[in-house]
């Protein structure tokens, strides 16, 4: 079995030449001029990425460090302004948190984000993950940093056939043994950049890979089989109701509550299929106009969507004018919904 050092210095090697160019990036060559990350930048993307796609996260971040260029800058940001931004990427508490881990940087920290890992577990919002990740790439810490493409890497790599999640702590074990003391912040975005592009799940390049010499899964001929993976159980499907109401082309909307699911988001008064919500917001003739799907991470769900418009008062949210309404603040459920009856509605 090759040593790592060779193997960490092998794959350092293949990044210098092939190293993805992202936004939040600094490049391999610049980092070697001494030009350190931004860590509020690489903090952002890290959050941002949970989750999520690169390429779904890009537009998301120039828009964010367009309008809150430094940490400061977005925890003076009003609530609401940052939920809007971040409606459509989804898993909502993020941003939450976002903005709680800001505001502790400026209140507890004088505006910098602490320069260990250890320190950045204790800001919130801020798990092992992402704090491996900051440490190692805007300090150098050589810390380790496991996410999926690191699993898989690592899995192949040492042929650990052990099914995930239940191999998650010997993948971090081995993972760490790879980790080098120079350039670790480069290695751990080369080790994601390799399970990215190189090492993928189901069509693995292994010709070009820098590590197919030493890789024992590649050997056994089993790379696409691995990591393997306890079967997940079969999610449930809710059901529930939207009522979009609307005057004079104003739309009726309401802020959600803090807690739980879309939380602090503006949404589209529903029924308590999400544990919050009531009943319709108004006596109306509201009528079905079709409905909308939408996958969460834990159940399927399917929304009614009925429509009508509004005379009297309504007991819960607040009218938008159509001039002030933007659909793309909407979580991506709820946008669904506008979708199916803006036509009705602006018809």
């Given at each position: 079995?090759?040593?790592?050092?060779?193997?960490?210095?092998?794959?350092?090697?293949?990044?210098?030449?092939?190293?993805?160019?992202?936004?939040?990036?600094?490049?391999?060559?610049?980092?070697?001029?001494?030009?350190?990350p931004?860590?509020?930048?690489?903090?952002?993307?890290?959050?941002?990425?949970?989750?999520?796609?690169?390429?779904?996260?890009?537009?998301?971040?120039?828009?964010?460090?367009?309008?809150?260029?430094?940490?400061?800058?977005?925890?003076a940001?009003?609530?609401a302004?940052?939920?809007?931004?971040?409606?459509?990427?989804?898993y909502?508490?993020?941003?939450?948190?976002?903005?709680?881990?800001?505001?502790?940087?400026?209140?507890?920290?004088?505006?910098?984000?602490?320069?260990?890992?250890?320190?950045?577990?204790?800001?919130?919002?801020?798990?092992?993950?992402?704090?491996?990740?900051?440490?190692?790439?805007?300090?150098?810490?050589?810390?380790?940093?496991?996410?999926?493409?690191?699993?898989?890497?690592?899995?192949?790599?040492?042929?650990?056939?052990?099914?995930?999640?239940?191999a998650?702590?010997?993948?971090?074990?081995?993972?760490?043994?790879l980790t080098?003391?120079?350039?670790?912040?480069?290695?751990?975005?080369?080790?994601?950049?390799?399970?990215?592009?190189?090492?993928?799940?189901?069509?693995?390049?292994?010709?070009?890979?820098?590590?197919?010499?030493?890789?024992?899964?590649?050997?056994?001929?089993?790379?696409?089989?691995l990591?393997?993976?306890?079967?997940?159980?079969?999610?449930?499907?809710?059901?529930?109701?939207?009522?979009?109401?609307?005057?004079?082309?104003?739309?009726?909307?309401?802020?959600?509550?803090?807690?739980?699911?879309?939380?602090?988001?503006?949404?589209?008064?529903?029924?308590?299929?999400?544990?919050?919500?009531?009943?319709?917001?108004?006596?109306?003739?509201?009528?079905?106009?079709?409905?909308?799907?939408?996958?969460?991470?834990?159940?399927?769900?399917?929304?009614?969507?009925?429509?009508?418009?509004?005379?009297?008062?309504?007991?819960?949210?607040?009218?938008?004018?159509?001039?002030?309404?933007?659909?793309?603040?909407?979580?991506?459920?709820?946008?669904?919904?506008?979708?199916?009856?803006?036509?009705?509605?602006?018809?």
């Open positions: 079995m090759q040593d790592p050092e060779s193997l960490s210095t092998q794959l350092l090697a293949w990044y210098d030449r092939h190293a993805r160019v992202m936004p939040w990036r600094v490049s391999p060559l610049d980092c070697a001029a001494g030009i350190r931004d860590p509020y930048r690489v903090w952002l993307s890290e959050v941002m990425l949970q989750q999520t796609t690169v390429a779904a996260v890009k537009d998301y971040f120039h828009r964010f460090t367009a309008r809150w260029p430094t940490v400061a800058a977005l925890a940001a009003p609530d302004d940052v939920m809007g931004e971040w409606a459509g990427l989804g909502y508490a993020r941003a939450r948190n976002l903005l709680k881990c800001a505001r502790a940087v400026v209140a507890d920290h004088g505006g910098r984000f602490p320069d260990t890992r250890e320190g950045l577990l204790t800001l919130p919002g801020i798990g092992p993950y992402t704090a491996s990740a900051i440490a190692a790439i805007a300090f150098d810490e050589p810390a380790t940093v496991v996410d999926g493409n690191v699993e898989r890497v690592i899995a192949r790599l040492r042929l650990v056939e052990t099914p995930l999640p239940a998650k702590a010997e993948l971090t074990t081995l993972a760490a043994r080098p003391a120079i350039r670790p912040g480069d290695y751990a975005q080369a080790i994601m950049d390799l399970g990215a592009t190189i090492c993928t799940p189901r069509s693995p390049a292994c010709g070009i890979c820098p590590w197919t010499h030493a890789c024992l899964a590649r050997a056994e001929g089993v790379q696409t089989d990591p393997r993976k306890s079967p997940k159980p079969e999610k449930p499907t809710r059901h529930g109701t939207l009522w979009l109401g609307h005057r004079d082309g104003a739309i009726l909307l309401e802020r959600r509550p803090d807690r739980g699911l879309l939380g602090g988001m503006l949404g589209i008064p529903g029924d308590g299929w999400d544990g919050q919500g009531g009943p319709a917001p108004a006596s109306a003739d509201w009528h079905a106009i079709g409905e909308v799907r939408h996958t969460f991470t834990h159940f399927h769900l399917i929304l009614t969507v009925l429509t009508a418009r509004l005379y009297g008062p309504p007991t819960r949210g607040d009218f938008v004018p159509r001039h002030d309404f933007r659909s793309g603040a909407l979580p991506t459920v709820m946008r669904k919904a506008w979708d199916l009856a803006r036509h009705e509605i602006e018809s």
